[in-house]
T-cell receptor
Framework: NAGVMQNPRHLVRRRGQEARLRCSPMKGHSHVYWYRQLPEEGLKFMVYLQKENIIDESGMPKERFSAEFPKEGPSILRIQQVVRGDSAAYFC?????????????FGPGTRLTVL | GESVGLHLPTLSVQEGDNSIINCAYSNSASDYFIWYKQESGKGPQFIIDIRSNMDKRQGQRVTVLLNKTVKHLSLQIAATQPGDSAVYFCAENSPGGGADGLTFGKGTHLIIQP
């Protein structure tokens, strides 16, 4: 049973380009969470999605960032017109159910570097 | 603002000794806490969790203690091994804080000396 998959593992973009990060949840999981981790920092919650729905995007920057979790295929975190401050590790987690006591399983992350 | 944080950024222990990693939280409404282990280049891995109706919970070689009076959480690792080297985060999920996103502290880097 494969865990949470993320790709690419490393992504390099120049300022102004777009970054697309993909996340495939664990089999049987329909809840996806995206987090951002700056160097030497803890993870910061960005967005929580279920299939075809954004449930909570309170941690998402208001501009340039968007997320989706279509009926078919992986969840996508999209960053438009990237800036150097977007350089970070982006982690996806999935859970089988919703609720505050559910266990979230994390993927290996995508490390975004903006030149 | 309300936050979850750790007292020490780095903890160095001898192999075989016990390790204690501390965490302070400020949101008195927090009622669910999780410890994660993150090895270099990997995502966080669940270690153990505890709800606020408990003071102590034990797992395999790990124990989590919760002191709600002083809003303090600790992770004890018994007989520390080289494989325990990692950054350890405490995280909390408080009621009314939005959906199920976790709030993480900054992390403590545990270094095991031979």
């Amino acid at each position: 049973n494969a865990g949470v998959m993320q790709n690419p593992r490393h992504l390099v973009r120049r300022r102004g380009q777009e970054a697309r990060l993909r996340c495939s949840p664990m089999k049987g999981h329909s809840h996806v969470y995206w987090y951002r981790q700056l160097p030497e920092e803890g993870l910061k919650f960005m967005v929580y999605l279920q299939k075809e729905n954004i449930i909570d995007e309170s941690g998402m920057p208001k501009e340039r960032f968007s997320a989706e979790f279509p009926k078919e295929g992986p969840s996508i975190l999209r960053i438009q017109q990237v800036v150097r401050g977007d350089s970070a590790a982006y982690f996806c987690a999935s859970s089988k159910t919703s609720g505050r006591y559910n266990e979230q399983f994390f993927g290996p992350g995508t490390r975004l570097t903006v030149l | 603002g309300e936050s979850v944080g750790l007292h020490l950024p780095t903890l160095s222990v001898q192999e075989g000794d016990n390790s204690i990693i501390n965490c302070a939280y400020s949101n008195s409404a927090s009622d669910y806490f999780i410890w994660y282990k993150q090895e270099s280049g990997k995502g966080p891995q669940f270690i153990i969790d505890i709800r606020s109706n408990m003071d102590k919970r034990q797992g395999q070689r790990v124990t989590v203690l919760l002191n709600k009076t002083v809003k303090h959480l600790s992770l004890q690792i018994a007989a520390t091994q080289p494989g325990d080297s990692a950054v350890y985060f405490c995280a909390e999920n408080s009621p009314g804080g939005g959906a199920d996103g976790l709030t993480f502290g900054k992390g403590t880097h545990l270094i095991i000396q031979p």
